[in-house]
């Protein structure tokens, strides 16, 4: 089995690494707060105290972080960060939803220190990591793919090599504003039903029956209509996603109207209190009342 390193235990890294734990590989894991660990080391994984002792000896090191400062923080830092203590063999995967712009700076200094980095953020939420069932947004060196290819299908139901390096980022990017998108609009039509005197419900139904609605805006319907808020993508999250689309398309002079416009749903939703919620709750900005 792989010696594997994993750096963010958050709720979705959290889970990933626990699929590898259980799947037997050797697990060295490292969290900013050391109380995430408890269940991993009781299940056989080593914790680290910097990401630059995980990565020692790991022929594979994944980043699963919030953002660009955060994975910038757990690979580059000076005295801490995990490619400083990277192998030449080893390979560095970033699976954190990030700017394309950092995944290509980061790229960049892998390559400096003539060690291989894939970008390959996940599509699927927190039963998909739990399941093993996520699917990989790959972009980086089809070599570096091949050899994390076994790993890779631990967790995840579906591997896609989308490209070069930053084709990964820029696909999970790609993803998760038409889902917000969706999600911004189903969410203000079902507010809108509401005022029109319609029963909402029934309106849900009837678009989900048709051609125009995907199976993820029905789902994200009911859900809606069900005030069933828990959080799996959380609204704050999702509203930094929008930030990074918006990052990104400047950085390639894109133009992108309709995601800047749901971008802006979602940031209010933050600024209404509702950040913490899943991001169906932002059907509490169309109250019926």
Not at 18 to 36: E, F, I, M, P, Y
Request: charge should be negative; glycine fraction near 12%.
């Amino acid at each position: 089995m792989a010696r594997i390193a994993f750096l963010g235990l958050g709720a979705m890294g959290a889970r990933m690494a626990s699929v590898l734990v259980q799947a037997g590989h050797d697990l060295t894991v490292w969290n900013r707060t050391r109380g995430r660990t408890e269940a991993l080391r009781a299940a056989g994984a080593v914790e680290a105290t910097t990401p630059r002792a995980a990565a020692d000896g790991a022929d594979a090191v994944i980043a699963m972080v919030r953002d660009d400062a955060a994975s910038r923080h757990v690979w580059l830092d000076d005295e801490t960060g995990a490619l400083a203590g990277l192998g030449p063999q080893a390979v560095g995967i970033d699976c954190s939803t990030l700017s394309v712009g950092h995944v290509r700076a980061l790229a960049g200094a892998f390559a400096d220190r003539n060690r291989a980095f894939l970008d390959a953020p996940v599509a699927g939420s927190r039963p998909q990591a739990e399941a093993g069932a996520l699917i990989f947004l790959v972009g980086g060196p089809a070599a570096a793919v091949a050899q994390v290819q076994p790993l890779l299908n631990v967790m995840g139901g579906a591997v896609h090599h989308a490209g070069d390096t930053g084709a990964g980022a820029t696909l999970k990017l790609m993803v998760n504003a038409l889902f917000g998108a969706q999600l911004a609009q189903m969410a203000e039509l079902i507010g809108f039903a509401a005022k029109a005197g319609i029963d909402a419900a029934k309106a849900v139904e009837i678009i989900g029956a048709t051609p125009v609605c995907s199976p993820a805006a029905k789902l994200s319907a009911q859900a809606m209509l069900a005030a069933a808020f828990a959080p799996a993508f959380p609204i704050d999250l999702v509203a930094k996603d929008f930030g990074l689309v918006d990052r990104s398309a400047a950085e390639v002079s894109a133009d992108l109207p309709v995601s800047r416009a749901a971008g802006t749903v979602f940031a209010e939703g933050v600024a209404r209190g509702f950040g913490g919620d899943n991001i169906t709750g932002i059907a509490q900005l169309y109250p019926a009342d």
